[in-house]
């Protein structure tokens, strides 16, 4: 499956943004989509994931800040960032994973930076 990524750019603390992720086919019952991070110099981190049922998984850092979701009919999950802060800066990635071993793709990332 093919991921492309749109929505990154500056924005100031405490702006929001929101990100897509459009998928070149239709999300499988074992698909597991989400959003990754990694900043300059840092690991790869979670963002969030939801399953095909919606069942959702976020990291603690964004937690009451970040909401995930998909729209089936689009082949798109979404991302809204609200109150961003500059940690929040950084590429995010779109995943998508077979729990049933069929794949794990990623997107090409997008950076997202937040500054004053």
């Known amino acids: 499956v093919q991921l492309v990524e749109s929505g990154g750019g500056l924005v100031q603390p405490g702006g929001s943004l929101r990100l897509s992720c459009a998928a070149s086919r239709n999300a499988r019952t074992d698909d597991v989509m989400g959003w990754y991070r990694q900043a300059a110099g840092k690991q790869r981190e979670l963002v969030a994931t939801?399953?095909?049922?919606?069942?959702?998984n976020y990291g603690d850092s964004v937690k009451g800040r970040f909401t995930i979701s998909r729209d089936g009919a689009k082949n798109t999950m979404y991302l809204q960032m609200n109150s961003l802060k500059p940690e929040d800066t950084a590429v995010y990635f779109c995943?998508?994973?077979?729990?049933?071993?069929?794949?794990?793709?990623w997107g090409q990332g997008t950076q997202v930076t937040v500054s004053s």
């Open positions: 995943n998508c994973e077979s729990l049933m071993g069929l794949g794990n793709y």
């Open positions: 939801i399953t095909w049922g919606n069942s959702t």
